[in-house]
C-alpha cells in the first residue's frame, strides 16, 4: 500500500489549519472523545503499483521486450540458429516416489541468459497462484527429467527467455516430448513454443493441437501493436503497458480443414489503433498456450485475472461458480474519531455485512506534524473512547486485524512525515522527484528478532486495551521482507494484503531485496513463504491524485469487481478509510452487490 501527505489526523485546530482547510477543501471538522478537536483529512490512500517489478526488474524486462522482438525478427526470417539444450538424466525411483498426494502443480521456468532472474519472479507469482488449489513444486525448467509432468495433476511452463543466438535452448528435449504426450493439462506461457514444434515435429505438432508455432510471432508488419484489451468469458480486462516495454502477444497461427482439430480460443487480444483481434490464449488436446506472460503492467482489472481463473481448468475443473465480496476499515489507530466508526459500524450492521477492521494499536507523531511542533504519541489503553467503538464492532459483525504496530519508522520521513498511517513500517520509502514513491529495501535493522518484536509489542498493545488478539494481519503500505513475511506466518494464521516476492527465494538464496515482484490475489493462497494469503484486489476508494495515481471512485472499484467475475470462484475485496464519508462506501457496496457477489467476512475466505 502506497499513500501520500495528509491522514486523518487529531490536531488542535488553529487559524493556520483551518485557512489550509478552507483552501484544500473537504475537510471534515468534528469533535473527539478525548475533547480535542481533531481535523479527518482524507487526502491519502493506498495502492498498488501497476508495474509490479521493482526498478532493476524493470530495467530487464524492457531489455527482455527488446531482445525477443529482435529474435523474432530473426525467426521469422529463418536467421535464428538455436542449440538444443544438453541431454538430461531420466527420473529415478527417487523422484517417482516423490510425486505428490491430492491437487499438485509442478512450475518450470527460464533462469538463463541475461534476463533469467524475470523466470523466477513470474515462477513465484504463478506458483502463488497456483497454491489456492494444492501443493507447488517450482523449478527450473532446466532440472525437467523425464516424466515428471505425470506425477503432477497439472504443469505451467514460463517461457521468459527466447532462446536462440548466444543463448542456447535450455528446455530439456525430455520435456519437449512429456508436453506432447502426457494426456495432463500443461499450460505453456510465452516464449519457445517454436521450439516444441521443431522437437516433435511441425507436421505432430500441427496434427495434435491444430495450428503452427513455427509460423506464429509476436509482432505483425515489423510491430507488436498496441494491444491493450483483452476479451475473457465476456468481461473486458486491460492491458497497459509503456511504449517501448510491450514485448508482444504471440500470435498463433490457427490451422484448419482435414486433419486438424478445433482450437478453442479461450481469450482474445485486440489493438485499439487497428482494431484487429487475435487470440490471447487457446486450448486444443491437453496444451493450453498463452501469448505472453502477463504478470507485469497489471491493474486490478487486467489480463491477469483470465490467467487466474484459467488454472481452475487445470488444477480444480469442476469447481462451481461462486463470487464473494469483503470490505475492510482501514488505518484505525488510537486518534481515530469514535463518531466516525460509529456511524460505520451501523451502516454495516444494518446491512448485514460481516466486515474486517485493521487496528494499528499504537499511534505516533514523534515530530509533531499534526500536533503544532509537540510529539505525540497514543496507545490503544490510553484511547478509552477508541476501544469502546472497536469492542461494539465486534459485537456487530467485525472482525480484529493487526495492521502493524506503528505503522511507521522511527523519526524518519518514510516516505513522508513520521506520523502512524502515513509512512511504511517494515520498508523504507522515498518520493523521488517526479513525484513517485519508490521502495529502497528493508531497514538496515531487519531481522527475525527485529520483526517479531514489533509483532509482540502490537500483539500487547491490543492486550493492554482489553481487545482480542488478533489473528489476521495487514502489513503496512503492503511491504516487507522476506524475513518479516515468515515471521508474520509464524504470528497470525493469515495475512489479508498485497505483498512482495523476492528473487532467490525459490532457490533458497538470499533474497535480493532489489528484485522482486509485487502481487495480490482473486483469491486465498499459499504463498511461496508457506503462509495464507487472503486475497485484497480491487484496491480502495480515494477522491483525490496522488503520486501519479488518479483518483479511484464507486466507480472505479465496481468496475474492477465486474472484471474479477471472470474468476469462477473469485472474490472483490476492497478497503475503505472511515475518516471519509459514508455515501461513497455506500455507493460501493451497492454496486458491488448488484452484479451478484455476497459479502463475507475475512475469516470466511480462507474457504
Do not use: C
Not at 306 to 328: G, I, K, Y
Not at 424 to 450: I, K, M, Q
Not at 484 to 498: F, I, P, T
Not at 558 to 563: F, N, P
Request: charged share 15%.
Amino acid at each position: 500500500m502506497l499513500k501520500k501527505r495528509g491522514r486523518s489526523r487529531k490536531v488542535r485546530i488553529s487559524a493556520v489549519a483551518m485557512l489550509l482547510a478552507a483552501l484544500l477543501g473537504g475537510f471534515l471538522l468534528s469533535r473527539s472523545a478525548d475533547a480535542t478537536e481533531p481535523i479527518s483529512k482524507p487526502r491519502t490512500t493506498d495502492s498498488v503499483n501497476p508495474l509490479a517489478l521493482s526498478a532493476k526488474s524493470t530495467k530487464d524486462l524492457t531489455a527482455a521486450a527488446k531482445a525477443r522482438l529482435t529474435n523474432d525478427l530473426l525467426r521469422r526470417a529463418g536467421t535464428l540458429k538455436v542449440t538444443p539444450a544438453p541431454v538430461t538424466k531420466t527420473a529415478t525411483t527417487a523422484d517417482a516416489l516423490a510425486a505428490p498426494a491430492g491437487t499438485s502443480a509442478l512450475v518450470l521456468y527460464d533462469n538463463t541468459g541475461p534476463y533469467g532472474q524475470l523466470g523466477e519472479l513470474y515462477a513465484m507469482a504463478t506458483a502463488n497462484l497456483a497454491g489456492h488449489f494444492g501443493t507447488v513444486t517450482s523449478k527450473p525448467v532446466s532440472a525437467y527429467t523425464a516424466g515428471l509432468v505425470n506425477q503432477y495433476t497439472a504443469t505451467v511452463y514460463l517461457g521468459s527467455t527466447y532462446y536462440g543466438g548466444t543463448i542456447p535452448d535450455a528446455v530439456p528435449a525430455a520435456f519437449y516430448q512429456d508436453a506432447m504426450a502426457t494426456s495432463r493439462p500443461v499450460t505453456w506461457i510465452g516464449d519457445n513454443i517454436w521450439n516444441m514444434a521443431n522437437a516433435v515435429g511441425t507436421t505432430q505438432f500441427e496434427q495434435k493441437y491444430g495450428w503452427d508455432p513455427t509460423n506464429s510471432y509476436y509482432g505483425q508488419g515489423g510491430s507488436v501493436g498496441n494491444i491493450n484489451q483483452v476479451t475473457y468469458k465476456g468481461q473486458q480486462l486491460t492491458r497497459n503497458i509503456p511504449a517501448g516495454q510491450d514485448g508482444g502477444v504471440l500470435h498463433p497461427a490457427l490451422l484448419t480443414g482435414p486433419g486438424y482439430p478445433a482450437v478453442t480460443r479461450l481469450a482474445d487480444a485486440k489493438d485499439a489503433t487497428t482494431g484487429a483481434v487475435s487470440p490471447w490464449a487457446i486450448r486444443s488436446s491437453n496444451l493450453t498456450y498463452i501469448g505472453e506472460v502477463p504478470f507485469a503492467y497489471v491493474s486490478e482489472s487486467d489480463r491477469v485475472i483470465a490467467f487466474e481463473d484459467l488454472l481452475f481448468d487445470a488444477l480444480a475443473p469442476a469447481t462451481a461458480q461462486r463470487h464473494r465480496a469483503f470490505v475492510r476499515l482501514e488505518d484505525i489507530s488510537p486518534k481515530a474519531d469514535p463518531a466516525q466508526l460509529r456511524t460505520m459500524a451501523d451502516y454495516l450492521a444494518s446491512q448485514k455485512i460481516p466486515y474486517g477492521i485493521n487496528v494499528i494499536p499504537v499511534y505516533t507523531d514523534p515530530k509533531g506534524v499534526y500536533n503544532n511542533g509537540v510529539p505525540e504519541t497514543v496507545t490503544l489503553a490510553q484511547a478509552p473512547a477508541v476501544v469502546t467503538e472497536l469492542k461494539y464492532m465486534l459485537a456487530h459483525g467485525a472482525v480484529l486485524m493487526n495492521h502493524g504496530y506503528t505503522h511507521q519508522y522511527g523519526t524518519a520521513n518514510n516516505p513522508y512525515n513520521g506520523v502512524t498511517g502515513d509512512d511504511f513500517e517494515f520498508f523504507r520509502a522515498h518520493v523521488d522527484t517526479a513525484d513517485n514513491v519508490v521502495l529502497d529495501g528493508p531497514p538496515a535493522e531487519d531481522s527475525t528478532v527485529w520483526a517479531q518484536s514489533r509483532v509482540t509489542q502490537a500483539l500487547a498493545g491490543f492486550a493492554a486495551a482489553g481487545l482480542p488478539k488478533p489473528t489476521l494481519w495487514t502489513t503496512p503500505h503492503y511491504a516487507a521482507s522476506a524475513t518479516d513475511y515468515r515471521v508474520l506466518g509464524q504470528n497470525y494464521s493469515a495475512r489479508l494484503e498485497r505483498s512482495l516476492y523476492f528473487a532467490g527465494t525459490l532457490t533458497g538464496g538470499t533474497p535480493d531485496n532489489s528484485r522482486y515482484i509485487g502481487q495480490f490475489f482473486p483469491y486465498a493462497v499459499k504463498d511461496v513463504y508457506g503462509t495464507t494469503v487472503l486475497p485484497e484486489n480491487i484496491g480502495n476508494y480515494e477522491p483525490e491524485a496522488y503520486n501519479n495515481h488518479p483518483p479511484r471512485l464507486p466507480a472505479d472499484l465496481i468496475a474492477s469487481a465486474k472484471a474479477n467475475l471472470a474468476v469462477r470462484d473469485g472474490v472483490a475485496s476492497f478497503f475503505y478509510h472511515p475518516y471519509y464519508p459514508l455515501a461513497p462506501l455506500q455507493q460501493t457496496i451497492d454496486g458491488i452487490k448488484a452484479l451478484g457477489y455476497t459479502f463475507v467476512g475475512p475469516t470466511d475466505l480462507n474457504n
